[in-house]
């Protein structure tokens, strides 16, 4: 009995380990299987410490400008998580803004562009706090200049570190935007003017996925700085009425996004002639 149980255990063994290849090769879709790769830190050990260092060296420069700031009540100052908080801001910073002028631009554009760099959320308070502030033509420079150097920042920390954490977060999103950058290279920047007019694809994910899948800084520079132009004006401009505005959600109606889609299809429209006459 124990001559016949040896070769059957060899053989069981034997069926096991064929499994176990098969099941390689394949690929395993088992959640099980999965969960390693999705539990995995993407970043290694460089690439943290990379992005720590710049971190802290934006954080250390927003400290010294903190410092040049002149005496105010900074206990009462907190970044913005709602139109109410926005509100009280507007109340507190108004005068500060009006008496120290330069200081406070600096203090401004130092806070967004660290904010922007580093997908901290609340950017678009700050946008409604400068139209609140300075009004709509000078609100509307700063936020867009401010919007493009931290999305021009964040592209280059992408640069560095950015592959790994979109590849994990966005895996097909990013394919799918690999696929169409693909198919318009010739025509990029009007594609690229389409997705920062409209909200087809978050701003963030653009920010990051952009060196990722290898568009130009040029052309990201300018598809940046032109198209955010439309919906920061609306933001500015909403911010003159704030004690009108509920919600954040009211900026955006229906109305607006078909306004944002016509202006977005006609940058695009000259990518699509193209391809169109291509196809004939």
Known sequence: MSSMAAPRSAVGESVRIVLIDEDE????????????KLDRFPLTRWEIVASLSVFFIFSAGLFC???????ADFGKLKLPRSISDLRLLKDHLGSYAKDYPAQFILGYCSIYIFMQTFMIPGTIFMSLLAGALFGVIRGLLLVVFNATAGASSCYFLSKLIGRPIVSWLWPEKLRFFQAEIAKRRDKLLNYMLFLRITPSLPNLFINLASPIVDIPFHIFFLATLIGLIPASYITVRAGLALGDLKSVKDLYDFKTLCV?????????????????KIYE
């Open 25 to 36: 090769e394949n690929g395993d879709d088992s959640p099980s299987a999965k969960r390693p």
């Open 65 to 71: 400008v903190y410092l040049t700031m002149p005496a």
């Open 260 to 276: 944002l889609f016509l202006i977005g299809f006609i940058f695009i429209c000259p990518a699509l002639l193209k391809r169109k």
